[in-house]
T-cell receptor
Framework: GAGVSQSPSNKVTEKGKDVELRCDPISGHTALYWYRQSLGQGLEFLIY????????KSGLPSDRFSAERTGGSVSTLTIQRTQQEDSAVYLC?????????????FGEGSRLTVL | RKEVEQDPGPFNVPEGATVAFNCTYS??????FFWYRQDCRKEPKLLMS???SGNEDGRFTAQLNRASQYISLLIRDSKLSDSATYLC???????????FGSGTRLSIRP
């Protein structure tokens, strides 16, 4: 497809379970970002991947959160032992420019609900 | 202090009115500035970049004041379809981050 693709679009899980969220960026975009947005709130930066460099993980809220990007393309965000406060929309964005000066293209997000 | 601060609103204005909102940023080394628009339950999309000299795109005008560290967005002749949340976005080269403000909610009434 032409845009950033995220899956699943909706995920309901029980507290304590692990979840994986997937992001397929726009082809050729080397920069990839994960944000989360709680209801009525702004975007909270989680992690940033740039080409083959070490990712900027400074926004990950706890060690239950991890992300990887395989082959410089698809990224997976994993949340272990989910808690209710993890409920949010997780947004992935990609950019063809690595120097934080380019437009970010967002996917439609993965809405996570932890019961 | 938040790195990027916006008045959350909501701004509720009649159709045809002019509305403006500001955004302040804390990092004086910030290099790039943007306004994004986010419709309810949708992903953010770029509205316009903000250039040092100020720039206009149709009914939208963006301005940057580096001395006071704020950017502004002016919407003229507002339309019902302008109802959305407007996100101020600041990139900082040295901090290697893109920071989103919490957004200003705008509602245009008939």
């Amino acid at each position: 497809g032409a845009g950033v693709s995220q899956s699943p679009s909706n995920k309901v899980t029980e507290k304590g379970k692990d979840v994986e969220l997937r992001c397929d960026p726009i082809s050729g975009h080397t920069a990839l970002y994960w944000y989360r947005q709680s209801l009525g709130q702004g975007l909270e930066f989680l992690i940033y991947f740039q080409g083959n460099s070490a990712p900027d993980k400074s926004g990950l809220p706890s060690d239950r959160f991890s992300a990887e990007r395989t082959g410089g393309s698809v990224s997976t965000l994993t949340i272990q032992r989910t808690q209710q406060e993890d409920s949010a929309v997780y947004l992935c964005a990609s950019s063809r420019v690595e120097t934080h000066t380019g437009e970010l293209f967002f996917g439609e997000g993965s809405r996570l609900t932890v019961l | 202090r938040k790195e990027v601060e916006q008045d959350p609103g909501p701004f509720n204005v009649p159709e045809g009115a002019t509305v403006a909102f500001n955004c302040t940023y804390s990092n004086s080394a910030s290099q790039s500035f943007f306004w994004y628009r986010q419709d309810c339950r949708k992903e953010p999309k770029l509205l316009m970049s903000v250039y040092s000299s100020g720039n206009e795109d149709g009914r939208f005008t963006a301005q940057l004041n580096r001395a006071s560290q704020y950017i502004s967005l002016l919407i003229r002749d507002s339309k019902l379809s302008d109802s959305a949340t407007y996100l101020c976005v600041v990139n900082s080269q040295d901090a290697s981050k893109i920071i989103f403000g919490s957004g200003t909610r705008l509602s245009i009434r008939p």
